[in-house]
């Protein structure tokens, strides 16, 4: 069976301060993993992907994440965090032997100027 | 990537009524599915809309409820039957292409409200 644990549902940083949200996965099979944001009222936006390559993946924005399988985690993180930042973010797993995608319960992420 | 649009953007309906909403994506995709996301909580699959076969539901979702058309490759129709307040939500539809890594590309969602 395949899950997603989102340790956190807020995150608060300063504005210009590192950013880590925290995303646990169980998987039977070898999982891609995906973060996806989602801005108010808008749609989602794919931040980044892990697909059995480099472990160490970067996405959109300067955001990146690091698989590692041994703790079976997949964080989030970004070195300087902006206002635009805000929004709501998805942590997804979803196995080789299909499409279907496992969603994180989200991590709301607030940036206080 | 795809682009993908959802009609309507939003809705507020009665309670007994029925409402379709539509996806169109802008290039042939082999899969595309179906998310509820009521408020405040994250994503949730209702279905695997097939082309040329009928859709797979996932645990809690029924195809009386929740009937789907895939009838090409552009363009999926969920329904949404019989509503009561607790369908409020947005309806999100995704598509996926097989060999792309598996990522999926999600509509800008329906807003639906039941009063």
């Known amino acids: 069976a395949q899950s997603v644990t989102q340790l956190d549902s807020h995150v608060s940083v300063s504005e210009g301060t590192p950013v880590l949200l925290r995303c646990n996965y169980s998987s039977s099979y070898s999982p891609s993993l995906f973060w996806y944001v989602q801005h108010p009222n808008k749609g989602l936006q794919l931040l980044l992907k892990?697909?059995?390559?480099?472990?160490l993946v970067k996405g959109i924005n300067g955001f990146e994440a690091e698989f590692k399988k041994s703790e079976t985690s997949f964080h989030l993180t970004k070195p300087s965090a902006h206002m635009s930042d805000a929004a709501e973010y998805f942590c997804v797993v979803s196995v080789e032997t299909g499409n279907q995608f496992y969603f994180g319960t989200g991590t709301s992420l607030t940036v206080i100027p | 990537s795809a682009v993908i649009s959802q009609k309507p953007s939003r809705d507020i309906c009665q309670r007994g009524t029925s409402l379709t909403i539509q996806c169109q994506v802008d290039s042939q995709v082999t899969m595309m599915f179906w998310y509820r996301q009521q408020p405040g909580q994250s994503l949730t699959l209702i279905a695997t809309?097939?082309?040329?076969?009928?859709?797979?539901?996932e645990s809690g979702f029924v195809i009386d409820k929740f009937p789907i058309s895939r009838p090409n490759l552009t363009f999926s129709t969920l329904t949404v039957s019989n509503m009561s307040p607790e369908d409020s939500s947005i309806y999100l539809c995704?598509?996926?292409?097989?060999?792309?890594?598996?990522?999926?590309?999600f509509g800008p969602g329906t807003r639906l409200t039941v009063t």
């Open positions: 995704s598509v996926s292409r097989t060999g792309r890594s598996y990522e999926q590309y």
């Open positions: 892990y697909t059995s390559a480099a472990t």
């Open positions: 809309a097939n082309q040329g076969s009928e859709a797979t539901y």
